[in-house]
């Protein structure tokens, strides 16, 4: 796992870019395009990635910003303005899927109710 800050930028767009392709498909095609149902949030966290390491640097370059929880955590990936926690969900597992195969880190999604 030796990667340049500009491939690691890169990845993270890459990501965020099939969050928002996935979001979108799931709010069109679940929702009929209406923000309904139940509000939340969504994020990607990477776990076993100090923020002090090369990569850790390029993530926070990304974005990614130091989480409470452990890890380095992206709000809201798929970069959608809506409500539906569903919907937020669906970016989050695509952008953790696309960095688990780009960049090999331990990506999970995670969200909470509002």
Request: charged share 20%.
């Amino acid at each position: 796992m030796n990667y340049t800050k500009e491939q690691v930028i890169s990845a993270v767009e890459g990501a965020r870019q099939e969050a928002h392709r996935a979001a979108t498909k799931f709010f069109q095609e679940q929702l009929g395009g209406r923000d309904q149902m139940c509000c939340g949030f969504a994020w990607v966290t990477v776990y076993g990635v100090r923020g002090n390491t090369k990569l850790g640097q390029a993530l926070k370059a990304a974005g990614f910003r130091k989480s409470y929880e452990g890890g380095l955590q992206l709000w809201n990936p798929s970069g959608l303005l809506v409500q539906n926690v569903d919907t937020l969900e669906e970016g989050a597992r695509a952008a953790a899927l696309f960095l688990k195969d780009t960049l090999g880190v331990e990506a999970l999604a995670g969200s909470r109710l509002d």
